[in-house]
C-alpha cells in the first residue's frame, strides 16, 4: 500500500510540475505577446505619419546617436516589412498559446482521472497534502472539468455519501 | 454570476482587478504623453517666434547649457517613433503637434470608458464573492 502511495505521489508531483511549468511558459508568452502588440501599434502610427508626409521630404532613420538620411520610400518599405514581421510573429505566438493552453487542459485532467481512480485510501501521508492540494490550486484557477471534486474542497473533511474530502483533491471513504 | 463557485468567482475578481491595473497604467501613460506634447507644442510656438540669428542657450544636458544663434525657425525634425525622424515646415510641425493631441484625447475618452467599465465589473464580482463567503461561513 505504502509502495503505491509513493508512486502515485511522485506521479503527481511530476504531473503538478509540468502543469506549473506549462503556466509559467503561458504567461511568459502572454508578456511577450504583449510587447510585440506595443510595438504593432508604434509602428502604425509611424506607417500613417509616413503616408501623409512629401515623396521629397527628408526622412532620417535614427541609427546609434547619429541621424541618417535616408528615402521616403526606403523608410516606408523599412516599416511596412516590420509591420509584416511583428504580424507574423503574433500569429505564432497565438498558435503557440492556443497549443500550450490545450496541453495545460489535457495536464490538468490527467491528473484529476489518476486522483479520483485512488482506491480506499485510509491513510494519508502528510507529505501528499501540499502536492495535490498545489494541483488542486489549478483547478480553482482555471475552473477546469474538477467541478464536483472542487465543490466539496471549501468545507474539508465534511462527510457525504461515504466519501470524505479531507485535503483539496484528496478523497478518503469510509 | 451568480452560479459560479467560490473559486471560479475569486478567478474571475483577480483577472478583472489586473485588467483595471494595466487599464490605469495605460491611462497614465496617455495622460504624460499628452503633457509632453503639450509641451513640445508650446516650444514649437516659442520658437517660431523668434528671429533669425538670435542668440540662444542650447541645453546638453539638465544642467549643461552652450551659446548658440537660431538658425532658421521655418523647418523642424519631428520624432515620428520607431527611430524614425521627418523634417517639416514649422505649420507642419504645429499640425503635427495637434494632430497627435487629438489622438491621444480620443485615446483617454475610450480608455476611460473602458476603464469604467471594467471597474464596475470588478466591484461586482467583489460584491457576489463577499455574498457566497457570508453564506459559506455559517454552514461551516
Avoid at chain 1, 98 to 127: A, T
Amino acid at each position: 500500500m505504502a509502495g503505491a502511495l509513493r508512486e502515485l505521489q511522485r506521479e503527481l508531483e511530476n504531473k503538478a510540475n509540468d502543469v506549473n511549468k506549462l503556466q509559467k511558459d503561458i504567461s511568459k508568452n502572454h508578456e511577450v505577446r504583449k510587447k510585440y502588440t506595443i510595438q504593432l501599434g508604434e509602428n502604425e502610427i509611424v506607417l500613417k505619419e509616413l503616408d501623409l508626409v512629401k515623396e521629397d521630404a527628408n526622412v532620417y532613420k535614427l541609427i546609434g546617436p547619429v541621424l541618417v538620411k535616408q528615402d521616403v520610400m526606403e523608410a516606408n518599405a523599412n516599416v511596412r516589412k516590420r509591420i509584416e514581421y511583428i504580424t507574423a510573429e503574433l500569429k505564432r505566438l497565438e498558435g503557440a498559446l492556443q497549443d500550450m493552453e490545450g496541453q495545460h487542459n489535457s495536464k490538468k485532467e490527467s491528473i484529476g482521472v489518476s486522483v479520483s481512480s485512488v482506491p480506499n485510501v485510509y491513510e494519508v501521508s502528510p507529505l501528499w497534502v501540499p502536492k495535490l492540494f498545489r494541483a488542486h490550486m489549478h483547478y480553482k484557477l482555471f475552473g477546469g472539468s474538477l467541478k464536483a471534486t472542487t465543490k466539496d474542497s471549501s468545507s474539508p473533511s465534511r462527510k457525504g455519501k461515504g466519501i470524505t474530502c479531507l485535503y483539496g483533491l484528496m478523497y478518503c471513504s469510509y | 454570476m451568480e452560479k459560479m463557485s467560490v473559486e471560479q468567482l475569486k478567478a474571475v475578481k483577480e483577472q478583472i482587478d489586473q485588467e483595471v491595473v494595466f487599464l490605469q497604467d495605460s491611462l497614465n501613460n496617455v495622460r504624460s504623453a499628452s503633457t509632453r506634447l503639450k509641451i513640445a507644442s508650446n516650444a514649437l510656438h516659442d520658437l517660431s517666434l523668434r528671429p533669425q540669428g538670435k542668440q540662444m542657450l542650447v541645453p546638453l544636458t539638465a544642467s549643461l547649457y552652450v551659446p548658440g544663434t537660431l538658425d532658421s525657425a521655418d523647418k523642424v525634425v519631428v520624432d515620428i517613433g520607431t527611430g524614425y525622424f521627418v523634417e517639416k515646415t514649422m505649420a507642419e510641425g504645429k499640425e503635427y503637434c495637434e494632430r497627435k493631441m487629438n489622438l491621444m484625447k480620443s485615446n483617454y475618452d475610450q480608455l476611460i470608458e473602458v476603464a469604467s467599465k471594467k471597474k464596475n465589473i470588478a466591484d461586482e464580482a467583489g460584491a457576489f464573492l463577499q455574498a457566497k463567503l457570508r453564506q459559506a461561513a455559517p454552514t461551516t
